[in-house]
T-cell receptor
Framework: KQEVTQIPAALSVPEGENLVLNCSFT??????LQWFRQDPGKGLTSLLL?????REQTSGRLNASLDKSSGRSTLYIAASQPGDSATYLC???????????FGGGTRLMVKP | DTGVSQDPRHKITKRGQNVTFRCDPI?????LYWYRQTLGQGPEFLTY????????KSRLLSDRFSAERPKGSFSTLEIQRTEQGDSAMYLC???????????FGQGTRLTVV
């Protein structure tokens, strides 16, 4: 059974810092990995999708990497802003593409 | 709005009542997923449809839960004889294909009193 772990569970940083969020998964037989953002009481907003054959994806200040063989992904946020405060979730699709398994999330607070 | 739409956004019900939630996918997305999320946790998989066929069901989906996707378009999730433990956010997600991005709706927040 796939298990996804996110470390740290919570993070507080001053505005302007670069930061890294970590995600690990136990079964490397994945189709792809997706990072999401969730604001309190809201649904999930897709940030980045990395296919299993890719090593990284970039969108603006966000860069996500994937090391499938070691079961790890990182989300790098450059020059953090208070508006980045949210919970960040990583999720992996199994090889059949019919189930997305989530980590518990990292709650990020960026202080002005 | 061309995103995933869920209705209602909030539902308060008394224990023992039945509730039904609806999810309207992004047009032409043939894959549809239901998830449940409790406070402080990541979403947990409930069930998966490809077109109108329900292909996967989690063991979390007890006999009181049923999901349908008639004609492969919108989907409904029904909970019968609700219990306080059913209080959660119910999320719907859709995808266009196997390798594509999943898009989530805003969720339905269920409170059972």
């Amino acid at each position: 059974k796939q298990e996804v772990t996110q470390i740290p569970a919570a993070l507080s940083v001053p505005e302007g810092e670069n930061l890294v969020l970590n995600c690990s998964f136990t079964d490397s037989a994945i189709y792809n990995l997706q990072w999401f953002r969730q604001d309190p009481g809201k649904g999930l907003t897709s940030l980045l999708l990395i296919q299993s054959s890719q090593r990284e994806q970039t969108s603006g200040r966000l860069n996500a990497s994937l090391d499938k063989s070691s079961g790890r992904s990182t989300l790098y946020i450059a020059a953090s802003q208070p508006g980045d405060s949210a919970t960040y979730l990583c999720a992996v699709f199994n090889n059949a593409g019919n189930m997305l398994t989530f980590g518990g999330g990292t709650r990020l607070m960026v202080k002005p | 709005d061309t995103g995933v739409s869920q209705d209602p956004r909030h539902k308060i019900t008394k224990r023992g009542q039945n509730v039904t939630f609806r999810c309207d996918p992004i047009s032409e997305h043939n894959r549809l997923y239901w998830y449940r999320q409790t406070l402080g946790q990541g979403p947990e998989f409930l069930t998966y449809f490809q077109n109108e066929a329900q292909l996967e069901k989690s063991r979390l989906l007890s006999d009181r839960f049923s999901a349908e996707r008639p004609k492969g378009s919108f989907s409904t999730l029904e909970i019968q004889r609700t219990e306080q433990g059913d209080s959660a956010m119910y999320l719907c997600a859709t995808k266009a294909g196997q390798y594509t991005e999943a898009f989530f709706g805003q969720g339905t927040r269920l409170t059972v009193v």
